[in-house]
């Protein structure tokens, strides 16, 4: 079973810029997660999807970050304009179902110089 | 925040019982310990959860205080590839949305 697919791995972008990261959940799971990990801490939730409607944003930083899930399969996450606090991993998760067992891609390192 | 209260750091002998603590002595009767692991530079992995009664999978142990306040986390003959950070996370699956809440965890280091 393929895991969940996350792109790009790293990116390096200086403060003010745009950047956007792609992930793709494992098939058939309804739901998806965006976690943000700071160097030396946990994973903290920033959205959660439930196939294409948005369940949980409360922790979004919604002046500077976006995320979407078209057609309820892909999803994007956008930072614009990007914060020198900003760098961090971006971790993507999916579930079956809500309550599921979590399944995480790699995570996208982000530095912001 | 993370309802649970975890050492920073343990070191394991490989080959030997790891065994992680947790505390999560304000958990509610609903609520579940579920476990996973971050290696480095990779996502968390669910290892195994429980609601009262101890559970055994093919990669750990865990087990519940019969109060429910505290649990262990065994891995039985840890490997140089259990080194990891090791996350204890209290959570109500059956209530609705209930995301992960993660703390800082426990950072095993299983040495040669």
């Known amino acids: 079973e393929a895991g969940v697919a996350q792109s790009p791995r790293y990116k390096i972008i200086e403060k003010r810029q745009s950047v956007a990261f792609w992930c793709n959940p494992i098939s058939g799971h309804a739901t998806l997660y965006w976690y943000q990990q700071i160097l030396g801490q946990g994973p903290k939730l920033l959205i959660q999807?439930?196939?294409?409607?948005?369940?949980?944003d409360s922790q979004l930083p919604k002046d500077r970050f976006s995320a979407e899930r078209l057609k309820g399969v892909d999803s994007t996450l956008k930072i614009q304009p990007a914060k020198l606090e900003d760098s961090a991993v971006y971790l993507c998760?999916?579930?079956?179902?809500?309550?599921?067992?979590?399944?995480f891609g790699p995570g996208t390192r982000l530095t912001v110089l | 925040d993370a309802k649970t209260t975890q050492p920073t750091s343990m070191d394991c002998a490989e080959g030997r019982a790891a065994n992680l603590p947790c505390n999560h002595s304000t958990i509610s009767g609903n609520e579940y310990v579920y476990w996973y692991r971050q290696i480095h530079s990779q996502g968390p992995q669910y290892i195994i959860h429980g609601l009262k009664n101890n559970e055994t999978n093919e990669m750990a142990s865990l087990i519940i205080t019969e109060d429910r306040k505290s649990s262990t986390l065994i891995l039985p003959h840890a490997t140089l590839r259990d080194t990891a950070v090791y996350y204890c996370?209290?959570?109500?699956?059956?209530?609705?949305?209930?995301?992960?809440?993660f703390g800082k965890g426990t950072r095993l280091s299983v040495i040669a």
């Open positions: 996370i209290v959570r109500a699956p059956n209530s609705g949305n209930t995301p992960l809440v």
């Open positions: 998760a999916s579930s079956f179902y809500s309550s599921g067992e979590q399944f």
């Open positions: 999807f439930q196939n294409n409607g948005v369940v949980d």
